[in-house]
């Protein structure tokens, strides 16, 4: 049995030198510089790309929900499955600060670089899973908000989301129009009918969903917490943007 002496031998032998110690941690960075992440290879993060837009659908999208934008007025928009910021960016055009919520991750990164390369500081991409997101915690839940509790949003902008979670998720959409009661006094969103191309790519792995949505059953249910301010068709497409405001 040793020592204490000799304990402390052994350990002073042990000791790693400065030189070695730089020279470790310069071999683990340029190992890390070299590690690549391909974003488009997650589900959506080409989805830009894979629209069922025509050209002057796609600008007639932009234009509506331009203007509406402009109508619902306020500073904080939350942008809710941004992808890769089309409409963040052009709520940061307008003067708007916007938080871009997504649950891809390779969407969420391609947004994120394309704002530091830009310099847009008025947009904050974060990725979340609106069917799951971030609970209160701590304390009793209250050291840290949820992510409803910590909405400070004037506006929700939710384009091509809705059909995500009512067919993708199953989610009802009374349960969608109470969320997002909860998280903006006005709401810009997207009506996509049944019959899109995006939503029977989503109907076609779902025999558990039931097709049938209307524009009239879409916005009754919306109505029971909103009132319907304007509903606009977008040119060469059944798609619909809506703005509402919260009663």
Do not use: C
């Not at 391909?38 to 830009?48: F, H, I, L, P």
């Not at 992510?147 to 959409?173: E, K, M, P, T």
């Not at 899109?196 to 009754?220: C, H, K, S």
């Amino acid at each position: 049995m040793g020592s204490a002496s000799d304990d402390d031998g052994t350990r002073r032998k042990r000791r790693m030198g400065t030189v070695r110690q730089a020279a470790l941690l310069d071999s683990l960075k340029r190992t890390v510089e070299k590690l690549t992440w391909r974003a488009t290879e997650t589900d959506w993060a080409s989805y830009a790309e894979a629209t069922s837009y025509s050209d002057v659908a796609a600008r007639s999208k932009d234009e509506i929900v331009r203007r509406l934008l402009v109508a619902a007025g306020g500073d904080v928009v939350f942008d809710l499955g941004a992808n890769i910021g089309r409409f963040s960016a052009l709520a940061a055009s307008l003067g708007r600060s916007v938080v871009a919520w997504d649950a891809d991750p390779g969407a969420t990164d391609i947004h994120y670089r394309a704002v530091r390369t830009e310099g847009r500081a008025s947009v904050l991409p974060l990725l979340t899973d609106l069917t799951n997101p971030s609970p209160g915690l701590g304390w009793a839940h209250a050291e840290r908000r949820s992510f409803i509790d910590r909405s400070n949003a004037d506006v929700v902008i939710a384009l091509a989301l809705v059909h995500h979670l009512s067919i993708g998720r199953n989610i009802r959409l009374a349960m969608i129009a109470d969320l997002l009661r909860r998280l903006a006094s006005r709401l810009i969103i997207e009506f996509i009918p049944d019959a899109d191309p995006m939503a029977q790519r989503l109907l076609r792995t779902r025999d558990d969903v039931r097709p049938g949505l209307t524009i009239e059953g879409f916005r009754a249910v919306f109505a029971t917490h909103f009132e319907i301010v304007d509903d606009v068709p977008i040119d060469e497409s059944a798609r619909r943007i809506l703005l509402m405001k919260r009663r």
